[in-house]
């Protein structure tokens, strides 16, 4: 019986410990919407969503730890989940995915939130810093090592260098978008740049 009453207690404090990171979210986005990134500080979050300093702090580092959570918890697909591809051709078809689904989600957080966590000002998106880089970069990489090791694909760049590039791409296709205020044809953009690069270097 305590174990039940254990269990319980615990999925309370889970499902209150994401709703407490869901208002801290709305609060900053709201913001960030508003006013712009340099009005975005923990401060002004807390007073927006309405919790104490120390609550941010138990589920956040920083501001921008805050916005990276976001980034990195949309929608994925597994890596352990993607089978091994047949060919380079699906590989390239796979990634391809990935990050089509990643312009689903940008979409879903509005053009306001992409343009202000796209800053050079964000130093959760620098991988120098980073210890783990965004999900889409992740996902990947992972798919791509594990075709490599299975000798399905032959990449003519290492695995560094093709992320990085890619990394570079996504950014560069979300730039574009932002600039032009969410009227760039941006699954278009993006399939066609990744496409091409993948050609290039698998």
């Known amino acids: ?13 889970q499902l209150k410990s994401k709703e407490t990171k869901a ?12 006013q712009g990134y340099e009005a975005l500080s923990i401060k002004n979050i807390c007073e927006e969503a309405g919790v104490s300093n ?23 697909i597994n890596p352990d989940y993607l089978d091994l591809p047949a060919s380079t051709a699906e590989a390239k078809t796979t990634i391809v995915h990935v990050y089509l689904n990643y312009v689903t989600y940008c979409r879903e957080l509005g053009v306001e939130f992409m343009a202000n966590y796209y800053t050079p000002k ?3 998106l620098n991988p120098l810093i980073r210890t783990e880089r965004p ?9 791509l090592d594990k075709a490599v090791r299975a000798g399905v ?12 590039d890619i990394r570079m791409i996504v950014i560069g296709n979300v730039f574009e978008w932002c600039l032009k205020n969410g009227s760039a044809d941006f699954e278009g953009n993006m399939r066609r740049s990744l496409e091409t690069y993948l050609d290039g270097a698998l």
């Open 122 to 124: 964000n130093q959760s």
């Open 54 to 76: 120390g609550s941010f702090y138990h589920h956040f580092k920083t501001k921008d730890d805050l916005l990276s959570y976001y980034i990195e918890e949309q929608p994925s």
């Open 23 to 34: 208002r801290i979210f709305c609060a900053a986005k709201s913001i960030l919407k508003k």
């Open 153 to 164: 694909v032959t990449p003519r760049l290492s695995l560094d260098e093709i992320t990085t």
């Open 1 to 13: 019986m305590n174990e039940i009453n254990e269990t319980q207690e615990l999925s309370k404090q």
């Open 135 to 143: 999900y889409p970069i992740v996902t990947v990489r992972n798919y």
